[in-house]
C-alpha cells in the first residue's frame, strides 16, 4: 500500500523567508503527486500537481514542487513566504489506487 | 458557485443513530470520491464512483457505511449506527476525464459530524 510522509508537522517561520516542505512517498510504480493547501477556514485547494515530464513544477502563489524519483520525494519550496500564506499543506499520492493518500499536514504559521 | 457543495455542513447526533450526507460535484464531472478526515490527520480515501458505478472501496468503509450516486450526479454517505469513533469531517471530491490518472480531485467545503 501506498503511503505519504510529511517530516515537519509545524513550522514557524518570518515574512520573506524561504520555505521548504518535505514530503516522501512510498509506491515503487508510476505515481501522481499533488500539494493541496487548506487556508483557515476554507477547504481544501490544489497548490499544484505532477504527472509526468518536467520534475520542476510550479503552482499558484509562486509555489513550487521538485519530483526527485530517485528519493521517492516532492518538497514543496516558496523563496519568499507572505503572512497570507500561513495554512495547513498537504502532501498527496496517487499510485496503484485511484482514491489519493494524503500525508497527515503540515500547518505553517508565518509571523509578520 | 460552482465548486463541490456539501451538505449540511454540521451534524450532531447521537450514538446509534443513523446520518446521510449529500454531495453535489462539480457540474459535468463524472467522477465522485468520498474521503474522510480526522483532527490532525490528512484525508483518507474512502470509496469513488465513476458516474453511477462504484468502483473502488477503502477498507475502512465498514459494513455501516454506504454510498450511492444513482444516477451519476449528486451523491450520499450513509452511516448507520454511528458511534464515537465515525466523529470526523466527510470531504466529497469530483474531478473529470477519460481516465483517473489523469485527472485532478477538487474538494467541497466537508460535512462536519460529531456522534455524541
Known amino acids: 500500500a501506498q503511503s505519504v510522509s510529511q517530516h515537519n508537522h509545524h513550522v514557524i517561520l518570518s515574512e520573506a523567508a524561504s520555505l521548504e516542505l518535505g514530503c516522501n512517498y512510498s509506491?515503487?510504480?508510476?505515481?501522481?503527486l499533488f500539494w493541496y493547501v487548506q487556508y483557515p477556514g476554507q477547504h481544501l485547494q490544489l497548490l499544484l500537481k505532477?504527472?509526468?515530464?518536467?520534475?520542476l513544477v510550479k503552482g499558484i502563489k509562486g509555489f513550487e514542487a521538485e519530483f526527485i524519483k530517485s528519493k521517492f520525494s516532492f518538497n514543496l519550496r516558496k523563496p519568499s513566504v507572505q503572512w497570507s500564506d500561513t495554512a495547513e499543506y498537504f502532501c498527496?499520492?496517487?499510485?496503484?489506487?485511484?482514491?489519493?493518500?494524503f500525508g497527515k499536514g503540515t500547518h505553517l504559521i508565518i509571523q509578520p | 458557485d460552482t465548486g463541490v457543495s456539501q451538505n449540511p455542513r454540521h451534524k450532531i447526533t447521537k450514538r446509534g443513530q443513523n446520518v446521510t450526507f449529500r454531495c453535489d460535484p462539480i457540474s459535468e464531472h463524472n467522477r465522485l470520491y468520498w474521503y474522510r478526515q480526522t483532527l490532525g490527520q490528512g484525508p483518507e480515501f474512502l470509496t469513488y464512483f465513476q458516474n453511477e458505478a462504484q468502483l473502488e472501496k477503502s477498507r475502512l468503509l465498514s459494513d455501516r457505511f454506504s454510498a450511492e450516486r444513482p444516477k451519476g450526479s449528486f451523491s450520499t454517505l450513509e452511516i448507520q449506527r454511528t458511534e464515537q469513533g465515525d466523529s470526523a469531517m466527510y470531504l466529497c471530491?469530483?474531478?473529470?476525464?477519460?481516465?483517473?490518472?489523469?485527472?485532478?480531485?477538487?474538494f467541497g467545503p466537508g460535512t462536519r459530524l460529531t456522534v455524541l
Open positions: 505532477y504527472f509526468s515530464g518536467d520534475p
Open positions: 509506491y515503487g510504480g508510476t505515481v501522481n
Open positions: 498527496a499520492v496517487r499510485g496503484g489506487a485511484d482514491g489519493l493518500t
Open positions: 471530491a469530483s474531478s473529470v476525464g477519460t481516465t483517473p490518472s489523469t485527472d485532478t480531485q477538487y
